[in-house]
Each structure stands twice: as C-alpha cells, then as structure tokens.
C-alpha cells in the first residue's frame, strides 16, 4: 500500500504522524512511504532520518494525497485537506468528529474511509486516546499552576503553599486516564486534592492508589459545594466518540472565585463547561465570569517529541494492519477496529457521533 504522511497544519501542531522506525518497518513490509517535507521538523526529526528509513519525501500536500491511499495525520483534516480527499483514500487520524458538525459531514461527502484513533476501543478501554489522555491530564495541572500566578489573570495562588500557608485546592471531574494522570501530578505539586467521579469502582480503585486525593460522587450538587473554595478545576470528562456532557453552567461558574482556573481537557469534544471554546497555544485562554479558561484543543502538541513518540508506540501496529490486509481484511482479523470507522462510503458510521449531528447512522460493516 502507499502510505503518506503530511505535515500538520493545525496551528501550532508539531507532532508528526509517523515516526522513521514506523516508516522503515513499514518498508520493510513491502509498503511505500511518502512523507512531506519537514513534516518531522517539529517532533526534532529530520528530512534525513526519513530518507534513511526507506520514505521517500515529497514537497506538498497535494503530493502527499495524490500519491497515497492510506494517509496517517495525527489531528482532524483542516479545510484544504478534506478537499484532497476523495473515495479511494483511507484517512486514519483523531477527528473528534462529534464536537464538529461541518466537518463530519464534508468528510462524508468525501467517500473517503476515516477511521478516528479515539473510537478504537479494546477491552473498554481507548488504547490510542490514552497516551495523548495521559500528556493532557499531566499538562492540565502544570498549565493550571502556571495560569493561576497573578501575572497571568490568576488568583496568585502557589498550588503546593508552604510551611505555615495552605496549599491550594484543586478539583479533577473525571477519574478516567487524563483525571488520573491530572490528580497524580496536581497532588506531586503539593495541592489539595479531589476528584469526581460516577463509577463506584472507578472511586475505589482511586481510593487505593491515589494516596492523599479524596473521592466525591460527581453531581451538580457536589460540584457546586466545592467551586466556592477551588482554585483550579480541570475538566477530565470523556463519553467514548460522543459530545462531551455540560457539567459546568455559567452559572455554576460564578460561584468560583475570581481569578480561578478552569482547563478544560474535553474540549476536543465541545468542552464540558457550557463556557469553553477552542483555543490555541498561541492564545491558550481567556476569562468567563473572572474564571480564567485553558481550552486548548491539542494540548500535547506543546510537547510535540514526547507526544509524536508515545503516539506511535500505540497506533503503528493498527497502521501496519490497515496497510497490509485493507480496512476489510484488517477488520476481520480485529473486530475493535470497526468502530474507529467513522465515516465511509458517504455514510456515518460511528453511532455516537451521528446521535450528536442528528444524521443517519450506517453500519460500516454493510458496507464493506
């Protein structure tokens, strides 16, 4: 199969979908690799790596989609990609589809087949959402720290205190991967600590190994007692290819003091505030209510060599699969990879993500 690897152009993203250890396995498997030039440049991988792996490196985009059939991004095709795409592509990138109805449906319209990493799912759990979930969740409380200083909006409030001053109050909504990995390194900071939750397991498994951090059953309620006395609160919450759930009204929101932070992590998924909207790293936030808001729409990206590493780790063996059997053959031999289709054939084809847009849901496997 012919593979091609563009270079993101998503404001400030600089991970690369493909690593030149994949690129070389993958050449090795018979495949051709096509990769655009200085698509690595921002993860610290050179044109010359590429070239001594086996790819072969073309200028443009345009290049990169007329040559390919598979295509490997890491975030959601920009406008002038989607219009690259057409019936005989396989698109296999996060797309976030349920946040975006515009581009759910010129995606469709393509008749390309994409395929959504955050959709894979194996064993109840997202294998190639967890590694971004977990730069995320650990970012969220750095930039949340970092946002709280008085020179940036925030209360002037230092996370660990010291002797003789109480730390400060963090609450996490979500104790799924990216609420894990937020608690773990708000609590290494030194600050209160508590995170919400509906699964009662979920909270006995945090109970145990979170030592320090307190549990609540998450419901307004409980939510709204806690934001008069929080700092920072991160937003961890996560409904598997679906919209993420508004827990937080504006009017919840104005219980927080002023000068308290709010990251919101699902913001990749419309945000779990009815106050987020997508920013950039550039202008990572702005104030609601006296709340200083972080909704960054792809957080790792700031952390682009790390992020571009750990994401290949989890999805180039699903690459190599694609690659070497087609969607069909692949799908046979591991059925979780249905339900990272998204869209194929003109049709929606990920349930949650229709329910969100109100269209028609197609089965992908009538399709095939």
Same mark, same amino acid.
């Given at each position: ?48 790596? @590429? ?15 007329? $040559? ?14 989607? $219009? ?27 008749? $390309? ?32 720290? /970092? ?31 990216? =609420? ?11 600050? %209160? ?18 030592? =320090? ?30 919209? $993420? ?22 913001? %990749? ?20 209510? =006296?709340?200083?808001? /972080? ?5 790792? =990206?700031? @952390? ?56 028609? /849901? ?7």
């Amino acid at each position: 199969m012919k593979i091609g690897i563009p270079k993101e152009i998503k404001n400030q993203e600089h991970r690369v979908a493909m690593i030149p250890a994949c690129v070389q396995d993958l050449v090795r498997r018979g495949h051709e690799v096509f990769v655009q030039k200085s698509a690595g440049e921002g993860s610290s991988y050179s044109d010359e790596q @590429y070239v001594s792996c086996g790819a072969m490196m073309l200028d443009t985009a345009e290049e990169i989609f007329a $040559a390919a059939q598979l295509i490997v991004k890491v975030k959601e095709p920009q406008a002038s990609e989607v $219009a690259m795409l057409n019936e005989n592509h396989i698109l296999f990138t996060y797309l976030h589809l349920a946040a975006d109805k515009h581009l759910t449906e010129t995606l469709a319209a393509t008749g $390309a087949t994409c395929i959504a990493y955050e959709t894979i799912k194996v064993n109840k759990t997202l294998p190639l959402l967890e590694p971004m979930s977990e730069i995320a969740g650990r970012m969220s409380a750095i930039v949340g720290a /970092y946002h709280l200083a008085k020179h940036n909006d925030g209360r002037g409030i230092l996370l660990g205190g010291v002797p003789g001053v109480l730390p400060g109050r963090v609450v996490v909504i979500g104790g799924g991967t990216a =609420g894990v990995n937020a608690a773990r390194v708000a609590k290494g900071i030194g600050a %209160d600590v508590t995170i919400l939750e509906v699964d009662f397991d979920r909270m006995r498994f945090l109970d145990i190994t979170m030592e =320090g951090a307190r549990t609540v059953f998450s419901t307004e309620a409980n939510l709204a007692e806690l934001l008069p006395r929080v700092d920072l609160v991160i937003g961890a919450v996560l409904v598997p290819g679906a919209a $993420a759930p508004k827990l937080i009204n504006r009017k919840m929101l104005q219980l927080m003091q002023p000068g308290s932070v709010f990251v919101d992590i699902a913001v %990749d998924q419309g945000g779990c505030s009815e106050t987020t909207r997508a920013t950039t790293h550039e202008e990572p936030t702005y104030i609601e209510e =006296g709340v200083v808001h /972080y909704c960054v729409a792809n957080m790792p =990206g700031a @952390y682009s060599r790390t992020a571009t590493q750990a994401l290949n780790n989890v999805t180039h063996n699903w690459t190599a699969l694609i690659a070497d059997s087609g969607v069909q053959e692949a799908s046979a031999k591991r059925e979780q990879l249905i339900g990272g289709i998204n869209c194929m054939a003109g049709k929606v084809t990920c349930e949650p993500v229709a329910s969100a847009h109100g269209m028609d /849901y197609v089965d992908p496997t009538t399709l095939f």
